[in-house]
């Protein structure tokens, strides 16, 4: 079973930044193309970013276009969210998500076969 595991969640002041990191483990993570979705209480997932498993192609919401970024590093097994320029609005539970070898559909969540536990990010103003 694919297991993915977040960290970095924080509460941080607004114009702060964060690094979430999302581990994989049993599978090969380098077929895997991976998404990260944000959820606050009440209100649907929403798509964040995502990498393409062949880590040629990002995409990131327009909410966070300019201040996030979507990275991967295959020797570590690990997908990376750099968030700078935080605002409250983007308080949240970020979850990671593994597709295998899928290059569409990688804003919606149903895309998804395995997700991680999440990490909390709160962002005060």
């Known amino acids: 079973q694919v297991k993915l595991v977040e960290s970095g969640g924080a509460s941080v002041r607004a114009r702060g930044s964060l690094r979430l990191s999302c581990v994989v483990s049993n599978g090969d993570f380098s077929g895997y193309s991976m998404g990260w979705f944000r959820q606050t209480e009440g209100n649907e997932r929403e798509f964040v970013a995502a990498?393409?498993?062949?880590?040629?192609?990002?995409d990131h919401a327009a909410s966070v276009s300019g201040r996030f970024a979507v990275f991967r590093k295959n020797d570590q097994n690990t997908v990376y969210l750099q968030m700078d320029g935080l605002k409250p609005e983007d308080t949240g539970v970020y979850s990671c998500?593994?597709?295998?070898?899928?290059?569409?559909?990688?804003?919606?969540?149903?895309?998804?076969?395995?997700w991680g536990p999440g990490t909390q990010v709160t962002v005060s103003s």
């Open positions: 990498i393409d498993w062949t880590g040629s192609r990002t």
């Open positions: 998500a593994a597709a295998w070898r899928r290059l569409g559909g990688l804003r919606v969540w149903r895309t998804y076969e395995y």
